[in-house]
């Protein structure tokens, strides 16, 4: 590796200064490069004054037919294929390369190897994306903590994050995540992480899964990548542990495991659930912690045991880690809490609107169970059809009942052909409405809306279910500080 460049220079307080990122790419260099890039960027929408734009090709677009915006916005190079780059050489500086995905992915790759950071790589049929926001919350208080934005977590999100990656960054988080088996082991093998989580292993995917023993082999691909002395940190309660540590094993790795199971590593000792938090007291690899999560739910309060594990594993300050999940907020789509502003008092609208899987909606369920009601209100479902499920897609839908009767939900709204076979064997009391489509159930849900509901939407991305949660929005507007 070449020498720290002079203080002071552009390119020592770059992202990418120009021999690096060059050495990186490979390829051949057409006009002038800049001595510093200061970003990554594979969105033309989107890039900022110094970036470099990758014009990758993917199932809807091809990167190359906006390159020239790129570069009119102020992209400092352009990486495009060998083939096209005669189209752009009057545009501004270029550097084409035999693949630009894969000059992407070599790109990440050295960001990899330059970098001293703490790697933590998180997969998991559910909660990937609030394990990996929460460990980026935890990490924080310790030291500069670089992770994936939204759910980047496939085969250009992965390398696009970390080619993102500042070099002085002291602790790096990546979600990485899967349809197919496979689809892992590029992944993790590029990450290269000290630590992989497996948050869960669960029904998802089905479609592309003989059984769930597939998926969960399919999810043990991530200890492959797995550093030498890395540690894999499993769920203990999940009944797919034993299959899991054996796969860390055979790769070498240390087992640490959480949850409430006496013999885990990281067990929970105390629980206390709100409808706005949680408070915890758990032993962490040996040490006693109390601690609060600031955003609710009891699947949330499992991860967090994954997270102070690693945290605790990666070198952070473990009492910082804890406190710093006060500060945990759910996404957009994840469980984001609004306030819909109705007559006689407002209802909570609870957004769990991005996807759905029978676990993940269990889960949903259950918060909305803990959920206060205003006087009058009622705790109402809205879900949509849980996608790639395959031939048990009609027996996991009906199978929701029970979790929505434990939690005395009082009304349920569904809606897309799956959700049928739960409307079928739903008890009559709990029937809201049915609908074919979220956009036919749309008005329905708009006019049933009481003060002091709880209301939690939720579905498959596919089912669009997020439009629903919009379109309560647009109607009755929002307070939210009134959470």
Known sequence: MKAALPAGTAAANALWPREEFLEALGGTVIGAVPEAINGISIDSRTVEPGDAFFAIKGDRFDGHDFVAEALRRGAAVAVVAEDRADAFKEAGALVAVDDVLEGLRRLGAFARKRTEAKVIAVTGSVGKTSTKEALRHALAAS?????????????????????????????????????HAGEITPLTTLVRPDVAIVTTVAAVHLEHF??????????????????????????????????LRDAATAHGAAV??????????????????????????????????????????????????????????AGADLSRAGLALQRLEQPKGRGKRHRLKTRGGGAL??????????????????????????????????????????????QLHAGL????????????FLAGPLMKSLWQVLPRPMRGAYAESSAALEPILIEDVRGGDAIMIKGSFGSRMGPLVEALIKRYGVDDHAN
């Open 143 to 179: 030291g500069l903590v670089h992770a994936s934005v939204a759910s980047f977590n496939n085969h250009w999100g992965v390398p696009l994050t970390l080619s993102r990656m500042p070099r002085r960054t002291a602790y790096g988080v990546f979600e990485i995540g899967m349809n």
């Open 401 to 412: 009942v029970d979790a929505l009767s434990e939690a005395k939900v009082d009304k349920v």
């Open 349 to 394: 609208l609870i957004d769990e609107s991005y996807n759905a899987n029978p676990t993940s909606v269990k889960a949903a369920v259950a918060l909305l169970g803990q959920s206060r009601t205003g006087q009058g209100g009622r705790r109402v479902a809205v879900l949509g059809d849980m996608l790639e499920l395959g031939p048990e897609a009609p």
């Open 256 to 313: 640490v495991s959480f949850g409430e199971h006496p013999e885990a590593d990281a067990r929970l000792l105390k629980v206390a659930l709100n409808d706005t938090c949680s408070a915890v007291t758990a032993t962490v690899l040996g040490e006693e912690i109390t601690y609060k999560i600031g955003a609710p739910g009891r699947h949330l309060v499992a991860n967090s045991l994954a997270v102070l594990a690693a945290a605790k594993l």
């Open 210 to 243: 003989p059984n769930v023993e597939g998926i969960a082999r399919a999810k043990a691909e991530i200890f492959e990548g797995l550093e030498p002395g890395g540690t894999a940190v499993i769920p203990r309660d999940n009944e797919w542990f034993e299959l």
